[in-house]
């Protein structure tokens, strides 16, 4: 008897749960095929169920966001995307929990916008909110009209997630000699010392938007030491030492109005950043240089399309010709620019798309054309291909990975 | 992403004056400056609901909840998109301002992104998010920026109403002329046809029904026609609120990503 009441008060729960939060997102099936192959592998066969659990109430809110991947290989991938409570104040916002933190005006590229850091397991091509990944932390946002200051403190370090090594996007690394790895110093503990801490000053005026920035945070990256021994069977053995190191950097961006066009900004300084040199016995490989990285772009509509075009630059200060060069750097600056078309037609339910990146060092590009249908409300199709143009640097290394794409999104 | 711009007091054309009846003639353009000059409540809550309907009798629907308030120099208006999905949490805001000249600010919160961005509120003729309305359409376009002239005084749905041609001054803009029916001493435009750049019907708006709250007459359900590629948007408001305070706070960055 005991048991069936607690059943009951559980589904009576439940239900007046259920009734009172909110359950949104999406249910998505995504296929790709390799143009690059001669047997035309599909790649990507996979279906994705994403959830928002949100609840509000006067003062407080919160928010659970699980993702789960089912793969070709009936492989199931669990991501807890976001999972924070708010606390509302008259002056003031709290959030404490996984959050994804986006900063900055740049689209497409990472400059100021390096709280949350990225999961590239698919290289760039996933959506960008499934490329940022949550941290945990507390954020907290001062409002005075429309100026906010938002402070961030992070106690527990979130790197970059890169692609295994047996995946199409694992990056291209060019070693003298093939290196052992010494994962030992990879990891950053939890503590308050290891903290990172993120500020922001923003506001939204009528004349211009900006942000400033700064912060004091480990390096997402992580820089490779070598060292160099000679092995008992004859010859050097290479050994390369991960290990993130703490990085302070400043900056800001900006957006604002003339006529038609939209003029964007933004960059950041980097208060010494480790690059890999080209001798890797020399001081482990390894040379710290500041490092300046930012972009300026519009927007704008011509004959009923919409137009954006970005261009970016990083720079090394102080350049030296040891430093080795890799995928994202060739030489002492480096350019890239994006651009993107898009032309909306039948009262918005057909969508074209064209969208590349193009690095000017390596001569390398990829190029994203698009065609998106909204067959109901709910259902939307996608249709695209990825090209990879070039044969080095941060696109022309997967010059291989060609594709052809569809997908079917239920939206919920 | 659809196309979330508005450069425009939502519905601003519906908010209709209690003037008294003219003892002498009155002139086309005194005409338009009444409806456009009516007074209208400090700010206002509702919910838009809009239906379109294509050539094959489907539907889709869009909801929002919107806010908007008259700081007097600015009007402020803010709107979070509930409908359908895929745009769901999105919220756009607009400043427009009483000074000549002077373009309207105006900022999308994208949810997936989790980013406020400027836009341009230059492109007027840009439908509103998929239906038959252009954001100029949607509002409250001045006096002199056409020529007016009285067709004739006619009833239609048992209303007296005044027959006005509107020519653009503009000789680019999206419409060669409008006809709109204002009903006498209320000053509501009960119909409007759009006239495309070659002479011919484009569109056509049809009031459905107007209320009274709190001394204003709100128009409540509109019809645009589209008769040129049989598609039509009914828009119907629901539970609209004059003068309920909304406090300044509303209208900022802190809101749009909060969300209703």
Known sequence: MKKIILIMMLAFTYTAFAQSVDFSGYVRNYSGMLLGNENNDFVILQNTFNLNIEKKFDNSAFKVNPMIYHDYSDSLTFRLREAYMDLYFDNFDLRVGKQQIVWGKADGVFITDIVSPKNLFQFLLPDFDEIRMGVTGAKFDYYFGDNTFELVWLPVFTPTNLPSKNSLWFPKMDFMIPPTFDYSKQNITPSLKNSEVFAKYSALTSLVDFELMAGYMWDDDATMFSSLSPKPTGGMQLTLTPEHKRLSLAGGSFSTTVGPFVFRGEGAYYFGKNFNTKNPAVNNGVIEKDYIHYMLGTDFTLFDIKFSAQFIQKAIMDYEDIIKPNNLFKDESNNMMTFLARYSTLNETLDLEFFTYYDFEYDGALMRPRILYNYSDAINLQFGANIFLGTEGLFGQYNKNDMVYGKIIYNF | ?260
């Open chain 2, 1 to 260: 992403m659809k196309t979330l711009k508005i450069s425009v007091l939502f519905l601003s054309f519906l908010f209709l004056a209690n003037v008294t009846t003219f003892a002498q003639e009155i002139t086309a353009l005194q005409v338009i400056e009444k409806v456009y000059n009516r007074p209208v409540g400090d700010d206002m809550t509702s919910n838009l609901k809009m239906t379109l309907i294509n050539s094959g009798g489907n539907e889709r629907v869009r909801e929002i909840k919107q806010f908007s308030r008259d700081f007097g120099k600015v009007e402020k208006r803010i709107m979070f998109f509930v409908k359908p999905a895929d745009v769901k949490n999105t919220s756009f805001m607009n400043w427009s301002y009483d000074e000549e000249g002077k373009d309207d600010d105006q900022w999308i919160y994208l949810p997936a992104l989790k980013k406020v961005k400027r836009i341009s509120s230059d492109s007027k003729g840009d439908y509103f998010m998929g239906s038959d309305f252009t954001y100029d359409d949607l509002g409250d376009r001045k006096p002199n920026d056409d020529t007016h002239k009285i067709l004739r005084e006619e009833k239609l749905n048992g209303e007296d109403c005044y027959v006005i041609e509107s020519t653009p001054k503009d000789e680019d803009y999206m419409y060669s002329k409008t006809v709109t029916w204002i009903i006498k001493d209320k000053w509501i435009g009960l119909k409007k046809d759009f006239y495309d750049e070659d002479g011919d019907l484009l569109k056509t708006l049809t009031v459905n029904k107007y209320k009274d709250i709190k001394g204003f007459l709100i128009i409540t359900n509109t019809e645009m026609n589209n008769i040129q590629k049989n598609h039509k948007t009914v828009m119907e408001l629901r539970n609209v609120k004059i003068n309920s305070g909304i406090p300044k706070s509303k209208f900022t960055e802190r809101m749009m990503t909060r969300g209703i």
